[in-house]
């Protein structure tokens, strides 16, 4: 059983920064592969950013590369999600994941991950 506690979300402005961490707790996280979702107000939910558990590599979304950048520091069992040049599309509830059970590109696919937060409001203003 893994616990993941999102953090760092807020009311910025476009062109700002902000930087999400999630905490795990319970099992070893850093066996886990990790993602971060975003879902904003009558949009379905979107996958952001990821790091496979099964390789060292990064995927991210088109509209976010360049600006969001990916990371996890295991001895923390924390990862983070620093985000630039924030946009008012960038408005949504960010979810981070964790999952070890998938193969292939299905991390791209909410269903690869067993255990999820509980979000982060991160709002951009115009």
């Known amino acids: 059983q893994v616990r993941l506690v999102e953090s760092g979300g807020g009311l910025v402005q476009a062109g700002g920064s902000l930087r999400l961490s999630c905490e795990a707790s319970?099992?070893?996280?850093?066996?886990?592969?990790v993602g971060w979702f975003r879902q904003a107000p009558g949009k379905e939910q979107e996958l952001v950013t990821a790091?496979?558990?099964?390789?060292?590599?990064?995927y991210y979304a088109d509209s976010v590369k360049g600006r969001f950048a990916i990371s996890r520091d295991n001895a923390k069992n924390t990862v983070y999600l620093q985000m630039a040049n924030l946009t008012p599309e960038d408005t949504a509830v960010y979810y981070c994941?964790?999952?070890?059970?998938?193969?292939?590109?299905?991390?791209?696919?909410?269903?690869?991950?067993?255990?999820w937060g509980r979000g982060t409001q991160v709002t951009v203003s115009s």
């Open positions: 994941a964790a999952g070890r059970r998938y193969t292939g590109r299905d991390y791209m696919f909410k269903f690869a991950y067993d255990y």
């Open positions: 319970g099992n070893p996280f850093s066996s886990y592969g």
């Open positions: 790091i496979p558990w099964y390789e060292d590599t990064t």
